[in-house]
């Protein structure tokens, strides 16, 4: 069962990925683990040079606010405390500036329905 879930989650991811690329973000990084926090896709949108941090949520139903409002308070400090890691650990990148997306999907895990919410949070919102 766990399998199954975790082969679910990475096609979810792939199509978020595939889904991000195609509206112009080149991919950094994927799945980057850190103690206390993950971070499904690290993206960056060479027109501007923004380091986009994307959580990538699945809901097999939009009700109840989707993948999208499952984002808490508590996932959104780890998910900070991961891209100041990430940033820490990549010099090169640490002076860009850097937002945090939402990939909320639903629907299909095998097609599954991507809404992109752009600078879905900021840091003040923790």
């Known amino acids: 069962?766990?399998?199954?879930?975790?082969?679910?989650?990475?096609?979810?991811?792939?199509?978020?990925?595939?889904?991000?690329?195609?509206?112009?973000?080149?991919?950094?990084?994927?799945n980057v683990g850190y103690r206390g926090g993950e971070l499904d896709l690290v993206m960056q949108d060479d027109r501007s040079g923004t380091v986009v941090f994307v959580e990538v949520r699945y809901r097999a139903s939009r009700a109840f606010g989707g993948g999208a409002a499952s984002v808490d308070?508590?996932?959104?400090?780890?998910?900070?405390?991961?891209?100041?890691?990430?940033?820490?650990?990549?010099?090169?990148?640490?002076l860009a500036p850097c937002r945090f997306d939402v990939a909320a999907a639903s629907g299909d895990p095998d097609a599954p329905r991507i809404d992109w919410i752009v600078d879905a949070f900021r840091l003040d919102d923790v």
């Open 73 to 94: 308070r508590a996932k959104r400090r780890r998910l900070i405390q991961a891209a100041q890691l990430y940033l820490a650990a990549h010099p090169a990148l640490a």
């Open 1 to 30: 069962m766990a399998a199954d879930r975790r082969e679910r989650g990475q096609r979810i991811e792939a199509a978020a990925r595939q889904h991000l690329q195609r509206a112009g973000l080149r991919f950094l990084a994927g």
